[in-house]
């Protein structure tokens, strides 16, 4: 059977017949919102290469959070900002680390209504700003995955609902499960960042966290964004290591690693729309290029067709807005 019996617009004919059939449905609930926080007082300094993100101190990002809440947002994703990094970042994992500071307060004013998901990484905390221990150019890895589960396990400590490692170290997944289940965080989950590929889209991000490595490159560590096998080598390990979620980073140039980690796992996929896909569309809209609000949801309204079950994005307090 064909045209003219066939005939696609049919379905197309009116909005609510187009809702009716609508495949993807994206809604607050699939946001999560970044929040990046700073170790001063009374602080909300904005970030110029993300319009409308702020680095912000533990007061303020549990206001945000509250709008955040109001707009149907059930998740953050808290990122510390330390006043001091040293070689080993050990500001990561202190128990009054401003990470630490940020989740306890965070659960204090809004306990389950809100998910508190912990950045779990070091680069916002080492003085060179790599993702491990660096020694004579090199990321170590094994001496890296004992600061991360002392990292993860004071997040847990600190009242973290969830552990997201963003550093791409081999293993951590396993070594970070085995440290939380000693510690009696059994019922922690982690969301691996398990295909973070080594983009040129974080540089916004890396102002907001003053995160840029000091010297050299991440290339060593993330992957290639060449390779699509490999990611799904990364994301198969992550679950034997214990993953309970994985994550495809960023998103809107990835999505084919997404539409293919979600056919290959049965367990939720993660998407992270980073900060420069952000920017970029920040930058366009305006200039009056596009329309922001247009243009967000058909992005974020892609990356969930392609197969994410959450998105992580900084749009997410805007988009909330804009679905409910
Ligand atoms: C740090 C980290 C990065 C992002 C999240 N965690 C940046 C990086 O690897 O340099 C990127 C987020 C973004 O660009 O929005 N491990
Ligand atoms: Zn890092």
């Not at 808290?78 to 050990?90: C, L």
């Not at 609000?293 to 994005?313: F, P, Y």
Request: include cysteine; proline fraction near 4%; charged fraction near 25%.
């Amino acid at each position: 059977m064909n045209f003219p019996v066939v005939r696609k617009r049919r379905l197309r004919k009116t909005q609510l017949i187009r809702d009716a059939v609508a495949e993807t449905h994206l809604c607050a609930q699939d946001l999560i919102y970044p929040l990046f926080v700073n170790d001063e007082r009374h602080s909300r300094v904005a970030v110029p290469s993300m319009p409308g993100i702020y680095q912000q101190s533990v007061d303020n990002a549990v206001i945000e959070a509250g709008k955040a809440l109001e707009a149907g947002i059930r998740a953050v994703l808290v990122f510390g900002i330390p006043a001091e990094k040293d070689q080993e970042g050990s500001n990561a994992w202190f128990e009054q680390g401003v990470t630490q500071r940020a989740i306890r307060e965070l659960k204090r004013q809004f306990g389950n209504d809100l998910m508190v998901i912990a950045d779990t990484c070091l680069c916002e905390y080492t003085s060179h700003g790599h993702c491990g221990v660096l020694l004579e150019g090199r990321v170590l890895n094994d001496p890296t995955l004992d600061i991360l589960a002392r990292t993860a396990v004071s997040q847990a400590q600190a009242g973290a609902d969830m552990i997201a490692p963003s550093d791409m170290m081999d293993g951590r997944v396993a070594y970070i499960r085995d440290s939380l289940d000693d510690a009696g965080y059994d019922d922690t989950p982690i969301m691996a960042y398990s295909a973070k590929y080594a983009s040129s889209l974080y540089s916004p991000f890396r102002d907001a966290a003053e995160s840029t490595p000091s010297s050299g490159d991440r290339k060593g560590y993330q992957m290639d964004p060449r390779n699509a096998r490999e990611a799904l080598e990364e994301v198969l390990l992550d679950v034997q290591e214990g993953a309970d979620m994985v994550m495809v980073k960023p998103a809107l140039s990835y999505m084919d690693i997404i539409s293919q980690v979600r056919r290959a796992v049965n367990i939720p996929v993660v998407a992270y729309n980073v900060s420069g896909e952000y920017s970029m569309v920040k930058a366009a809209a305006a200039n009056g290029w596009i329309d922001e609000r247009s243009v967000v949801t058909e992005l974020l309204t892609g990356i969930k067709r392609a197969g994410a079950d959450l998105i992580i994005t900084y749009h997410a307090l805007d988009a909330a807005r804009w679905l409910t």
